[in-house]
Antibody, heavy 120, light 108 residues
Framework: QVQLQESGPGLVKPSETLSLTCTVS????????WSWIRHPPGKELEWIGY???????NYNPSLMSRVTMSVDTSKNQIFLKLTSVTAADTAVYYC??????????????WGQGTLVTVSS | ERVMTQSPATLSVSLGERVTLSCRAS??????LAWYQQRPGQPPRLLIY???TRATGIPARFSGSGSGTDFTLTISSLQSEDFAVYYC??????????FGQGTRLEIK
């Protein structure tokens, strides 16, 4: 059974960089698309972007200028960086596995999520 | 950007009832529509993809239908574990992939 686990600081100061890691176990990241999704309190789920194991990425235009995703296939990890954070970036952040096929972007497996609070 | 609108926002229902949840897209998304269930403190759980295909391990009481702009998720006979929030997601016109605001099922 594939398992995903997000990790990273739970508190980030305004204007700093949010950095999260998603560690995948029970399966390889190779061959799949992987998404980061966040859920701000009281708001809708928001897709941040996806990365293919080959490192091809596609980001939400609303976040594109601040987001970077990367992968380390040797460690079975996916990374998210979000720069210049504000209180509006406070959310539960999830990593999720999509399909092997391009365009099949439903999320079959999800991590438990990690709450990141932006505050001084 | 495709805006996904779910209705109603909250639905009060009884155990054993048949329930239909609605999701409407601002423009057509073909059949590129997924449904998720989220219980408190848990991540979303994939129920349906491609509008009507049940994900692995999902009970047959969950079914999805629709195409284009109008979609429904039906739960044929509500069980206690079904009281949760349900989200739809389109993955046809991206970026960005977009979600609905959710429908909460409450016990009547």
């Amino acid at each position: 059974q594939v398992q995903l686990q997000e990790s990273g600081p739970g508190l980030v100061k305004p204007s700093e960089t949010l950095s999260l890691t998603c560690t995948v176990s029970g399966g390889s990241i190779s061959g799949y698309y992987w998404s980061w999704i966040r859920h701000p309190p009281g708001k809708e789920l928001e897709w941040i972007g996806y990365i293919h194991y080959s490192a091809y990425t596609n980001y939400n235009p609303s976040l594109m200028s601040r987001v970077t995703m990367s992968v380390d296939t040797s460690k079975n990890q996916i990374f998210l960086k979000l720069t210049s954070v504000t209180a509006a970036d406070t959310a539960v952040y999830y990593c999720a596995r999509n399909s092997r096929r391009f365009g099949e972007l439903w999320a079959e497996y999800w991590g438990q999520g990690t709450l990141v609070t932006v505050s001084s | 950007e495709r805006v996904m609108t779910q209705s109603p926002a909250t639905l009060s229902v009884s155990l054993g009832e048949r329930v239909t949840l609605s999701c409407r897209a601002s423009q057509g998304v073909g059949s590129d529509l997924a449904w998720y269930q989220q219980r408190p403190g848990q991540p979303p759980r994939l129920l349906i993809y491609a509008a009507s295909t049940r994900a692995t391990g999902i009970p047959a009481r969950f079914s999805g239908s629709g195409s284009g702009t109008d979609f429904t998720l039906t739960i044929s006979s509500l069980q206690s574990e079904d009281f949760a929030v349900y989200y739809c997601q389109q993955y046809n016109a991206w970026p960005p992939i977009t979600f609905g605001q959710g429908t909460r099922l409450e016990i009547k």
